[in-house]
């Protein structure tokens, strides 16, 4: 159940996009709300079912990362956000997610999660507008800075916390 939860959050995308397009962005945060809880929700499950995999290890950060890097690179497109902020957070993801695929032991910490916490706020704030579209401009600045501490502790630790080398999955 819980990465059915995943695989069905990967499908958000397209049709956020499309809604998007026709400006109904209140529309989109209702839809990236639903989005946010069941991305808690599989989690939650799979702990409660006991049945956290590797798969579901892997892919529910690329089911986080593809709608939220979907809807900010849409705004980038619509000149809301700027290129350089949203391609140095691709980049990371980037990094994390092949650096899993290949076998790097990085488990999720805090600190990605307030990365991820930072980004939701940012993109329901930003789609909400008015008066909430500073803040959301302030939590994407956070979710970049958190990114990146996040990204240096994910490497510390798998390179260095066993005894000077990198943690391997056989």
């Not at 049709?15 to 991305?39: G, K, R």
């Not at 890097?69 to 497109?77: A, E, F, R, S």
């Not at 994910?154 to 260095?160: E, G, H, I, V």
Request: hydrophobic letters at 55%.
């Amino acid at each position: 159940m819980p990465n059915v939860l995943t695989l069905f959050r990967l499908c958000f995308g397209a049709p956020v996009i499309i809604v998007l397009y026709a400006n109904h962005y209140q529309s989109v945060a209702i839809v990236f709300l639903a989005f946010v809880l069941t991305d808690a929700l599989d989690g939650w499950l799979a702990r409660l079912m006991k049945s956290e995999s590797e798969w579901g290890t892997l892919l529910d950060p690329i089911a986080d990362q593809a709608l939220v890097l979907t809807i900010l690179c849409y705004l980038v497109w619509t000149g809301e956000l700027y290129f350089l902020g949203i391609m140095l957070l691709a980049a990371r993801e980037a990094v994390v997610v092949l650096s899993r695929i290949f076998g790097l032991d990085m488990p999720t910490r805090l600190l990605g999660r307030i990365k991820v916490t930072f980004e939701y706020v940012a993109i329901l704030c930003i789609l909400l507008g008015g008066e909430f579209k500073l803040l959301g401009y302030f939590s994407l600045l956070l979710a970049l800075v958190f990114s990146y501490v996040s990204l240096a502790q994910y490497l510390f630790l798998a390179f260095w916390n066993r005894g000077g080398y990198a943690n391997y999955r056989a």
